[in-house]
């Protein structure tokens, strides 16, 4: 495949920042589908658009002060500005005065310019962020923020072993280490492609952030329960779930999403779970989650959120998101959280999780849920890790017992749990 011209790859760079910029859907959507629609892009010149739009997301608003100062369509100035293909390349697209301006602009010193546009957060995430973990700290988890997410496994217990991948990994040429908490974790260097290996399609391993694992554990899932994991999206800790409980049991896999159900499926086959109920409900209060008032061993609620959590993978969630729907969000959170209780069984564990930053996503809605339902107990949630051979637990875990876990401490995506038992 011969290589595109400079000029042309810059131009469609422009291109799909414009539709990115909108931010009208989720931006790997839409690059998904620019890259369906150009199907003739080479694998390098497909790493350069998409590294140089998430580096526009995540520093959008450095760049665009930078931008000011330069000519011509702002999308091309901000592309030129966050190039993440070869140096020389993109020299051969610019014109002279375009490379003077480049320079320029990558020689200012940027800790001098103010935190706003070091930071690269609106104002609604920043404040409560640097007021929750002091001046310092803050800093750490921005630098954290603006890092590519390693690409975690989790080995599929049913079929293999840790040890067994990791040795099949080591024969690919791929470099992995186990995960430092999540006993059936695999950290995995790079961005390989797994999707053709055994370990991949046999089903002994499924692509898991470490801490997304971490969550599954707390529930604590046994042989011949009966579990519900109660907004399951696209599965990965339904299969997790399956796995603890060793394909006995029933595991009720419920979210208002068919398409996002739809994606478990291929997942399931891989797997070798049979125990796992996909089911689309209309709403939290929907006829199939009553009849299970009362019934169920273990409930995991992994509420939808922010997804602040996850800027690393998804940074433009920080400028689609706003305080009106996050409080809308709060309001979801409780209710679901409310319904999902219904179904515990007296001795049952519930497990109320988020993959977001923010106190009013978490802590608040944990605490507002003890107030009125004294009949549930919070549980320690390092104890409880502990029991499912998590190293390190107490690292995890807040003063208040929760689980709280940071990119910056971690190097997982960000994800909060708690966990209560219902009073026998």
Not at 79 to 106: R, V, Y
Not at 110 to 138: C, I, M, V, Y
Not at 224 to 250: P, Q, S, W, Y
């Amino acid at each position: 495949m011969a290589a595109m011209h400079p000029q042309a790859l810059l131009d469609l760079t422009s291109t799909l920042l414009k539709e990115v910029l909108k931010f009208e859907f989720a931006a790997d959507q839409v690059v998904s589908t620019f890259f369906r629609l150009n199907r003739n892009l080479g694998s390098r010149e497909r790493h350069t658009l998409a590294e140089t739009t998430y580096t526009v997301l995540r520093q959008r608003l450095l760049l665009q002060n930078l931008a000011q100062s330069g000519k011509g369509p702002m999308e091309r100035r901000l592309a030129i500005l966050a190039w993440q293909g070869q140096p020389n390349f993109l020299k051969s697209a610019l014109t002279a005065d375009e490379q003077t301006w480049l320079e320029h602009s990558l020689a200012i010193d940027r800790s001098t310019l103010p935190d706003k546009l070091r930071h690269n957060l609106p104002d609604w995430l920043a404040n409560p962020l640097r007021e929750q973990l002091g001046d310092e700290e803050f800093w750490s988890l921005v630098e954290s923020l603006n890092q590519s997410a390693p690409l975690d496994l989790r080995v599929n217990t049913f079929k293999a072993k840790r040890e067994a991948v990791l040795t099949a990994l080591a024969e690919a040429k791929i470099p992995a280490q186990p995960t430092p908490y999540s006993p059936t974790g695999i950290r995995v260097e790079g961005k390989p492609a797994l999707q053709k290996l055994d370990v991949f399609t046999s089903g002994q391993v499924e692509v898991q952030d470490e801490g997304s694992q971490l969550l599954a554990l707390l529930t604590g899932a046994k042989r011949g329960e009966m579990i519900v994991d109660f907004c399951a999206g696209a599965g990965g800790k339904t299969l997790a779930l399956g796995a603890m409980m060793r394909n006995t049991g029933r595991l009720y896999a419920f979210d208002t999403s068919g398409h996002r159900l739809d994606a478990i499926k291929p997942r399931l086959a891989r797997s070798g779970l049979s125990n796992v109920y996909a089911t689309q409900i209309a709403h939290e209060r929907d006829e199939r989650v009553k009849r299970l008032t009362g019934k169920i061993d273990r409930v995991l609620v992994d509420a939808p959120c922010s997804g602040t959590g996850t800027l690393r993978r998804n940074p433009d969630i920080k400028w689609r998101q706003s305080p009106k729907a996050i409080e809308e969000l709060n309001g979801i959170q409780a209710a679901i959280l409310k319904s999902a209780a219904r179904m515990v069984k007296p001795g049952g564990r519930l497990v109320y999780a988020t993959c977001s930053l923010l106190k009013s996503e978490n802590e608040a809605i944990a605490e507002a849920f003890s107030e009125a339902h004294p009949d549930f107990i919070q549980v320690n949630a390092k104890d409880k890790l502990e029991q499912a051979g998590v190293s390190q637990a107490e690292s995890l875990v807040t003063e208040a017992g929760h689980l709280r876990l940071w990119p910056h401490r971690h190097a997982t995506d960000g994800f909060y749990a708690v966990a209560w038992e219902r009073k026998a």
